[in-house]
């Protein structure tokens, strides 16, 4: 397999698994899990058992330089933890169906930001993959669309924003970076920028654990060292802009694991999209 192939193989397996987080995160809120604690502890997790890995597996991996471990701590506190408290902020003032859509217009500042910054250029015949789409998606989402306050709606595209950035930003600091080291420092320094919000009561965070262990485990291990690990490879191998189209698979495989686990039920619509 070429490596652009293997790239694509990546990202779709990436987006796979972070659409596991859907089902495993609503039985957790079930359980009194407030978003901000899932991902905190998420990503602590993540970084903890990679780290575990490394030590037993590959030491050498920890000899990073100060251009590697700057990009991570950058990537980590202004890419993934600013993202995930934009996106969870405006879900507070917002629909699911909007946030999720709102999201996902960062295919389309992807693609604007590389040819802006980058000189990527997209051929006029993938140029359909866009709307297409943005249409799916708008029929996979397709919903209630409820808005409190206007500034919700910016927090919304913010958090787009923010994730074009971790993208773009991916796949030039860390070109030629193993994914091994690269994702679980990410993670750390996204657990410690959310841990320091969402994690101050000790002794309710050990209870979160004592008693959720085995969900946080899964998220851990599929939503966050796989889906993360995958995306980072990946990445380093196509486009930012086909990164983010073929990242779409992340809301199917949430729309198709709750129709089957959690018995929602899909309308023609979107079953169609």
């Not at 910016?154 to 070109?175: E, T």
């Not at 485990?217 to 980072?232: E, T």
Request: aromatic share 14%.
């Amino acid at each position: 397999m070429s490596q652009r192939g293997l790239g694509i193989v990546q990202i779709v397996l990436s987006g796979i698994c972070f659409g596991f987080l859907g089902i495993f995160g609503k039985s957790l809120f079930d359980k009194g899990v407030v978003p901000g604690e899932l991902l905190s502890l998420r990503f602590s997790m993540a970084a903890i058992l990679t780290f575990i890995y490394i030590a037993i597996r590959r030491p050498a991996l920890f000899r990073v330089s100060r251009h590697t471990l700057l990009s991570t701590a950058a990537l980590g506190i202004f890419g993934y933890a600013l993202f995930s408290f934009c996106f969870f902020s405006a879900l507070k003032g917002l629909s699911v169906s909007l946030t999720v859509l709102l999201l996902y217009t960062y295919p389309v500042l992807v693609a604007l930001g590389g040819r802006i910054f980058f000189g990527e250029r997209i051929q006029s015949e993938k140029l359909w993959a866009f709307p297409f789409a943005l249409l799916g998606l708008l029929g996979l989402v397709w919903g209630d669309f409820s808005i409190e306050r206007a500034e919700f709606l910016i927090l919304g595209f913010i958090a787009a924003l923010f994730y074009a950035i971790y993208i773009l930003a991916s796949s030039r600091l860390l070109r030629g970076v193993d994914p091994l080291i690269s994702t679980p420092l990410i993670q750390t320094f996204a657990a410690i920028t959310l841990g320091s919000m969402y994690l101050r009561d000790n002794a309710r965070t050990l209870w979160i654990v004592e008693h959720n262990w085995f969900l946080l485990l899964l998220i851990a291990v599929v939503c966050s060292i796989a889906a993360m690990g995958l995306f980072q490879a990946g990445l380093q191998k196509l486009n930012g802009w086909e990164v983010s189209i073929l990242s779409t698979t992340e809301p199917l495989t949430g729309v198709l694991l709750a129709t089957f686990f959690l018995a929602e039920r899909l309308t023609l619509v979107q079953m169609f999209s």
